[in-house]
Nanobody, 127 residues
Framework: QVQLVESGGGLGQPGGSLRLSCAVS????????IGWFRQAPGKEREGVSC????????YYRDSVKGRFTISIDKYENTVYLQMNSLKPEDTAVYYC????????????????????WGQGTQVTVSS
């Protein structure tokens, strides 16, 4: 059983920044990929970004490219999502999830590719 704990959410201003963290309880991240999803009220949960622990490949949805950066710290077993140039439409509950990298990276933004999920952290972008 792998556990994931998100942190770093809160209130951000338009144009501002927030950094989310996802602590993963797996013994090592080499075989896993970790993704970030978000769900706004009344909307489907959507993939935001993903990183492979095996080769470091990264993936982003179009609307966050150039604004969000995903990174991994294998010593701390933690994945970060740096969110810059925040927009009100980034407001959502953000979840991290993980699964085997060989499976996840076939379709990184597809929820069933992931086996374990965190509880989520709220991000609100408002002035």
């Amino acid at each position: 059983q792998v556990q994931l704990v998100e942190s770093g959410g809160g209130l951000g201003q338009p144009g501002g920044s927030l950094r989310l963290s996802c602590a993963v309880s797996a013994s090592a991240l080499d075989n896993y990929a970790i993704g970030w999803f978000r769900q706004a009220p009344g909307k489907e949960r959507e993939g935001v970004s993903c990183i492979s622990g095996s080769d470091g490949s990264t993936y982003y949805r179009d609307s966050v490219k150039g604004r969000f950066t995903i990174s991994i710290d294998k010593y701390e077993n933690t994945v970060y999502l740096q969110m810059n140039s925040l927009k009100p439409e980034d407001t959502a509950v953000y979840y991290c999830a993980t699964g085997y990298s060989a499976i996840v990276t076939k379709r990184w933004d597809h929820k069933p590719q992931y086996d374990y999920w965190g509880q989520g952290t709220q991000v609100t972008v408002s002035s």
